[in-house]
């Protein structure tokens, strides 16, 4: 890379002069500052689920190409800021302004508007976290009332938009909060 002359000696006081010979110095220091890690979080991680290693479930062979699209859509809004009351990439989300989102733009589902709703709504129950297939929205009692969904999207892992941390996040659904808060997941797919 080749850098400017400096202007001639008269044309500067001998400060902007010292200045001036440090440009080249400065310039990739200033480019490697630029360059470093973002201030956010990371948003994925190593899954520490003791569910990581079951085999991947579909809800049925019908459904997968749905569950896919539903899978991709929840993944790709990962980071998106948080709002309570909000339902758009734009706007922000809450918990169950995301899954309506990602029911409705993906599979053509329209979901109740809260958390409460869509755990009374149809659609098979599934108890048990093993038993979870891509998918599934997955319901969290907290205080003794469902009050926040998420959707299942395997090994563990669940994408949701809680309120502590700012965005939506990819979480393991067997941790230490979420497995103790664990209600139920629900199949809408089949």
Known sequence: MRYPDPPSRGALPALKRWAWRLL?????VLLAA?????????????????????PPR??????????????????????????WGGNTPAGGFDCSGLVDYIYRTAARIKLPRTSHDMATMGGRNVRRMTQLASGDLVFFDIDGAISHVG?????GRFVHAPNSGGTVRLDDIDGPYWGDHFAYGKRVLD
Do not use: M
């Open 151 to 155: 959707v299942y999207v395997g090994k």
């Open 58 to 83: 579909a809800p049925s062979a019908a459904s997968a190409g749905e569950a896919n699209d539903i899978l991709f859509r929840a993944i790709g809004l990962v980071g998106t800021r948080y709002r």
């Open 24 to 28: 080249p110095c400065l310039v990739p």
């Open 34 to 54: 630029c360059a470093g890690s973002p201030h956010r979080q990371p948003t994925f991680r190593t899954s520490h689920s003791a569910l990581a290693d079951l």
